[in-house]
């Protein structure tokens, strides 16, 4: 069974980015995965932050965050 | 065909949870995942910084550099 995996982003360059190289690729038989934009679903900003996001983008996977560089804060988009 | 992705690592526990979570389950039809533990090749510690690479673990794909999360600085590793 796949393992959930909701990547975060903001629509940024390094999101966008990290978005094909990662969300895009991981593999479909391991991971179901979600692609959030916090920009625009501000609702699901508290969801990442309890999950111990920092910033985006981000990857959540079994309740752990995992970023990739860095495109902007969390705070930054409240 | 299959891009070429190197994943750095020095064996820290950060590194370990990235690797199974990224590495082990990047879509092998899209990847060509080559893991290089630099603590041990400490001759290819050159090569990741000068793709940009900063600290571990961390990809380099296409040319350029993807940290997940903060496992030690590639300076560290020296």
């Known amino acids: 069974m796949s393992q959930k995996a909701v990547f975060y982003h903001a629509g940024c360059p390094v999101c966008a980015d990290a978005e094909r190289q990662f ?3 991981l593999d479909p038989r391991k991971y179901d995965i979600e692609i ?3 920009g625009q679903a501000k609702n699901r900003i508290a969801e990442a932050e309890a999950a111990g996001v920092k910033s985006v983008p ?3 996977i079994g309740g752990h965050p995992y ?3 860095f495109g902007a804060d969390l705070a930054a988009l409240k």
């Open 36 to 38: 959030v934009h916090l």
């Open 23 to 25: 969300a895009d690729s």
């Open 58 to 60: 981000a990857f959540v």
């Open 67 to 69: 970023h990739i560089n």
